[in-house]
């Protein structure tokens, strides 16, 4: 096998993994009938809420802040 040929074929493997690595990655939108799998309730963060806003509250008194969740304000009370 001479080096003309072996070139050849790295070239074909490498054009092949390229195209079948694009072909994965084709799909960028999300469907509308897909949307209602992706706001489950396992696809949650904090699956159970109360639990979530009940560990905050201990932290906030914790720290002495409050914030840092999307909302605004902090522990000085100037917000």
Request: proline share 1%.
């Amino acid at each position: 096998m001479d080096w003309r040929s072996s070139f050849k074929t790295v070239a074909l493997l490498v054009a092949l993994a390229t195209g079948l690595g694009g072909a994965g990655c084709g799909r960028f939108a999300v469907r509308a009938t897909e949307k209602e799998h992706l706001a489950d309730r396992t696809m949650q963060i904090d699956p159970d809420g109360q639990e979530a806003n009940a560990e905050e509250h201990v932290m906030s008194n914790r720290e002495g802040s409050t914030g840092g969740r999307g909302g605004g304000g902090g522990g000085c009370g100037c917000n």
